[in-house]
């Protein structure tokens, strides 16, 4: 099945408290997900922006970045991601925030445990 980019769901808007307006690009949603995951998307973060501070219990994300520069919670640390790097989170605390001067683009999906 293909999905053409002009008939993809966008959500603009702040994600789990964070800071400014998030473009979300819903890349499989739904049923074709299989209840195996809850979210495949393309995130794109303004400068400055964030998605705030959540936790995954039931399942867990994986970010994978794009392009651009951004900040994690990693475990007790902070730390700088940058293109071509995977971040992902079980049972833990984590945001992502755009530290750079350009747009944060990442792939995220969130996968049922």
Known sequence: MIRRKDKLTKVVGPIEGGKGNITRE???EGNE???Q???FAK???PVGGSVGLHEHNKDYEVYY???GKGEVLDGDKIVEVNEGDVV???NTKHYIENIG???LVFLAVIINL
Do not use: R
């Open 65 to 67: 970045i794009l392009s």
């Open 26 to 28: 819903l890349l499989i």
């Open 88 to 90: 992902y989170a079980i």
């Open 37 to 39: 995951a809850k979210v």
């Open 33 to 35: 997900l299989k209840n």
């Open 43 to 45: 995130l794109s973060v």
């Open 101 to 103: 001067d350009e747009e």
